[in-house]
């Protein structure tokens, strides 16, 4: 029997998603390409999907990723291509704007490893409570310190400094 519906049917942007991935598992399998990177650009949907081997994970930082992704919306996204619709000329954007993922990518991996979001938490983390301690210490001590009296007896001309009741 004929079915306008296809059950196999999966959208484009699934079947780009399930090829990425397959492409990621069969590629570092392998213990070589360990220190390889695929990127994946879908033109259609302006998505770029980046996979570092656990080589490169090592001195690219997760820091690095971030504001690598930041680039790619930058300069491969919805906001970059909404300029110019002539088909080419996005072609030739998508060209630039992939050059430059690639030697951002290049260059965190020649600057060697880096500070990565854990470091930088292991840092902070500490200094920020040991801060909050402080002062919380000085306004305990500041709030809560004793009354001392200054009585002068007026008689005697001596002066009681701290002294109660005597």
């Known amino acids: 029997m004929f079915s306008l519906f296809d059950s196999d049917f999966q959208p484009a942007v699934v079947k780009c998603d399930l090829f990425a991935q397959s492409l990621r598992d069969s590629w570092f399998d392998d ?11 879908s033109f259609h949907y302006k998505q770029l999907s980046l996979s570092i081997g656990e080589q490169v994970e090592i001195v690219f930082s997760d820091l690095e990723i971030a504001a690598l992704s930041k680039l790619s919306q ?31 990518l290049h260059a965190g991996i020649l ?22 301690i402080t002062v ?5 001590n500041w709030c809560c310190r004793p ?20």
């Not at 213990?31 to 650009?41: E, G, N, P, V």
């Not at 600057?111 to 909050?132: A, C, E, F, K, R």
């Open 147 to 166: 009354e001392l009296e200054i009585g002068v007896d007026k008689h005697s001309g001596k002066h009681d400094v701290g002294q109660t009741g005597r």
């Open 111 to 132: 600057n060697g490893p880096s500070i990565t979001s854990t470091v930088l938490y292991l840092i902070v983390v500490p200094v920020v409570l040991i801060m909050l």
């Open 31 to 41: 213990d070589a390409c360990d220190d390889s990177t695929l990127i994946f650009f």
């Open 74 to 104: 930058d300069v491969l996204g919805e906001g970059a291509f909404k300029r110019n619709q002539i088909a080419a000329s996005n072609s030739t954007q998508t060209f630039l704007g992939l050059e430059q993922v690639i030697e951002q």
């Open 136 to 140: 919380m210490c000085l306004l305990a």
